[in-house]
């Protein structure tokens, strides 16, 4: 609370109409989807304030077709806020992607990560011959991929394109040990390209 204190006194004293703006109206450019890992906090990340990048979390930064509540951010992000950008952002030495490479026991979100289960058998053959630690590197890696595909292939995403909505997707990994973020050439921003990374991911 002290520290909530100071910073909105920071804030206003930078930019005395700021709060009064925000609490106008919302309108980012960004909807980031990301690992809940505390390690990874969107804005601070991307030097973006308040107002600038709508978020969703879950462990292993996850995009299930079935999960009402992504979807439903997607949905408000892109039709009512109308963002341009779907950054999905993976990180390395992610902590759910490990625990499915080792099919540790940690109780209920196993069930979650089994989706990270299936992405890793599906590309065993890419996997089988690295390192542990590549291994790991590498599935962070793919498992962004997939994600920005999953993104790609919702009706929202689809429908969005069919009205010319300008929209594009990106994926993205952190790495914790420097601070950095580097793009996946996982890059869409219409169907074709969609296709085209579908072909190249498999
Ligand atoms: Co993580």
Same mark, same amino acid.
């Given at each position: 609370?002290?520290?909530?204190?100071?910073?909105?006194?920071?804030?206003? +004293?930078?930019?005395?109409?700021?709060?009064?703006?925000?609490?106008?109206?919302?309108?980012?450019?960004?909807?980031?989807?990301?690992?809940?890992?505390?390690?990874?906090?969107?804005?601070?990340?991307?030097?973006?304030?308040?107002?600038?990048?709508?978020?969703?979390?879950?462990?292993?930064?996850?995009?299930?077709?079935?999960?009402?509540?992504?979807?439903?951010?997607?949905?408000?992000?892109?039709?009512?806020?109308?963002?341009?950008?779907?950054?999905?952002?993976?990180?390395?030495?992610?902590?759910?992607?490990?625990?499915?490479?080792?099919?540790?026991?940690?109780?209920?979100?196993?069930?979650?990560?089994?989706?990270?289960?299936?992405?890793?058998?599906?590309?065993?053959?890419?996997?089988?011959?690295?390192?542990?630690?590549?291994?790991?590197?590498?599935?962070?890696?793919?498992?962004?991929?997939?994600?920005?595909?999953?993104?790609?292939?919702?009706?929202?995403?689809?429908?969005?394109?069919?009205?010319?909505?300008?929209?594009?997707?990106?994926?993205?990994?952190?790495?914790?040990?420097?601070?950095?973020?580097?793009?996946?050439?996982? +890059?869409?921003?219409?169907?074709?390209?969609?296709?085209?990374?579908?072909?190249?991911?498999?």
């Amino acid at each position: 609370m002290a520290a909530n204190r100071a910073w909105a006194a920071r804030m206003s +004293d930078e930019d005395p109409d700021y709060f009064a703006r925000l609490a106008s109206q919302q309108s980012p450019t960004y909807l980031w989807i990301g690992c809940s890992d505390s390690r990874v906090p969107a804005n601070q990340i991307v030097g973006l304030p308040p107002g600038e990048v709508f978020v969703h979390r879950n462990i292993a930064n996850l995009v299930v077709p079935s999960d009402l509540n992504c979807l439903s951010v997607l949905q408000f992000a892109v039709e009512v806020l109308g963002v341009k950008h779907i950054i999905v952002t993976g990180h390395y030495g992610c902590g759910g992607i490990g625990a499915a490479i080792h099919n540790d026991r940690l109780g209920l979100v196993d069930n979650w990560l089994r989706h990270v289960g299936t992405i890793m058998r599906d590309h065993q053959a890419e996997l089988e011959p690295l390192s542990d630690d590549e291994a790991q590197a590498r599935l962070c890696e793919i498992n962004v991929r997939t994600q920005v595909l999953n993104v790609g292939r919702t009706t929202i995403v689809q429908d969005a394109w069919s009205r010319g909505q300008e929209l594009a997707l990106h994926g993205w990994i952190y790495d914790i040990r420097d601070g950095l973020l580097r793009g996946l050439e996982a +890059d869409i921003a219409e169907p074709d390209a969609l296709e085209m990374l579908t072909h190249r991911h498999h």
